[in-house]
């Protein structure tokens, strides 16, 4: 009868040529065979990550080719190499942590929770995972990779995971920091012959928080550092949350290994917020500064300001001094005057909210004075939301001045339309189609 050995080393063969060198170097060549013992193959794989990755991708073809070598059906059986020798360097076994080690004092920002976090289409996956990884950590999405633009909310959601966890779990060791200070603690530890302490410090955490994990592109002996680091907490079901600014899949130069494991792990997105979520946004910091802001100067900033959180709160914050040093209310005048130098807008072919009233009249086969008036009929509605929409989208005036134009509608009526329109957009692509032929004819018209 065949050996393990012998039937392992033709199975990997077979495979390799299937699913190229790279990818057997990567996932086979680690797995040594230990016995076949009741028709059933069992193989000794570094950790969890190479079992359940082996039968993810793989299982059902080598059971096949298993079967063509062997003339028989063979089941395969995993054992976890549990004293880590394939994960760590065998000269550096992990220290005991020392019970002095202060993650309490950990760099958690405590503003930074789940409470305070505006969640919006764009986020809402991302910030689910996050709260069910505090309750539960190391279990169901682990690794946790978050990737987005900057400032889009990735480090406020690993400090809420942090700060959750510190209150769910008091005991638990809990650590944020980014990959640049990863880096810079490891070169340290190097130089000053403290890698077993650099090392007891990650590896006996309970949750490692890694922000901007791109940062370790290019820094191999930090990158490697980090893959045992990784290795280690996920073999003792510790949870590691990491983010990016890119993919798992588009951090090419990083180690294949490195990526797999963080492909292996729940990846989630953020987004760019819509204008729904940018007003929350602003309406949620204007309450935890303490601010007064009226509503058409928060849509004017929703409006214009479409890049990132960060650059919405930095709007706001400019607009709270300009108050604060003048001690007047603000108007969309003065937010358009304060935020001149971040805004831009696009005044080479500025758009009338009368050419927008005229084109939509048409298409809809109303008067324009109708869409100035106060019939409340469907046929009359609709069209005036449109344009009250699209007045808000295609202009620089303020909701206030949009009603103005409307018949001396108020500015909440302005929001009310705005609202249901994209309500409906969203629900409607025929109607999000017609919209866009709108914008285009509206756009055509004033040139």
Request: net charge neutral; hydrophobic share 40%.
């Amino acid at each position: 009868m065949i050996e393990a050995t012998d039937l392992w080393t033709q199975a990997v063969e077979r495979l390799s040529l299937e699913i190229g060198e790279e990818n057997s170097e990567l996932w086979l060549k680690p797995v040594e065979a230990m016995s076949l013992e009741g028709g059933v193959l069992l193989l000794k794989v570094p950790n969890k990550f190479f079992s359940d990755g082996i039968k993810e991708r793989y299982q059902k073809r080598l059971l096949a080719i298993l079967r063509d070598v062997s003339s028989s059906d063979i089941g395969i059986d995993f054992r976890v190499e549990r004293d880590l020798t394939r994960v760590l360097p065998p000269s550096d076994p992990v220290p005991e942590a020392s019970p002095q080690s202060d993650f309490a004092l950990s760099d958690l920002n405590p503003r930074y929770t789940f409470e305070s976090f505006v969640i919006g289409e764009s986020n809402r996956l991302a910030r689910a995972t996050a709260e069910s990884i505090a309750k539960s950590p190391g279990t169901q999405y682990n690794p946790y990779v978050i990737y987005g633009g900057v400032g889009l909310g990735k480090t406020h959601i690993m400090h809420a995971i942090g700060n959750a966890m510190r209150r769910q779990h008091p005991k638990a060791r809990v650590l944020y920091t980014t990959s640049e200070q990863f880096v810079n603690e490891y070169i340290g530890a190097v130089q000053n012959n403290a890698l077993e302490a650099f090392r007891a410090r990650y590896r006996s955490l309970d949750c490692l928080l890694i922000d901007d994990i791109q940062f370790l592109i290019a820094k191999e002996r930090s990158e490697q550092e980090f893959f045992h680091t990784f290795n280690a907490l996920f073999d003792s079901r510790k949870q590691i949350v990491v983010s990016s600014d890119r993919s798992p899949k588009e951090m090419s130069p990083l180690e294949q290994r490195l990526i797999s494991r963080l492909e292996w792990g729940f990846i989630a997105d953020i987004k760019p917020p819509d204008l729904e979520t940018r007003i929350a946004i602003l309406r949620k910091k204007a309450e935890i500064e303490h601010f007064s802001v009226p509503d058409d100067v928060i849509l004017y900033v929703a409006s214009s300001v479409k890049t990132n959180v960060r650059s919405l709160e930095g709007s706001l914050i400019r607009l709270k001094a300009f108050q604060s040093m003048t001690g007047a209310p603000l108007s969309v005048d003065d937010a358009r005057d304060i935020l001149k130098d971040t805004i831009t807008v696009d005044d080479s072919n500025p758009v009338r909210i009368e050419t927008i009233q005229r084109l939509v009249a048409l298409k809809y086969s109303v008067d324009t004075k109708d869409l100035k008036g106060h019939q409340r009929t469907a046929s009359i509605t609709l069209p005036r939301q449109v344009s009250m929409y699209l007045s808000c989208v295609m202009t620089d005036q303020s909701s206030t001045d949009i009603g103005r134009a409307f018949g001396g509608k108020d500015h909440s009526t302005v929001l009310h339309a705005r609202k249901k329109i994209e309500k409906k957009v969203e629900e409607d692509p025929f109607f999000l189609e017609l919209i866009n032929k709108l914008q285009a004819d509206i756009k055509a018209a004033e040139r």
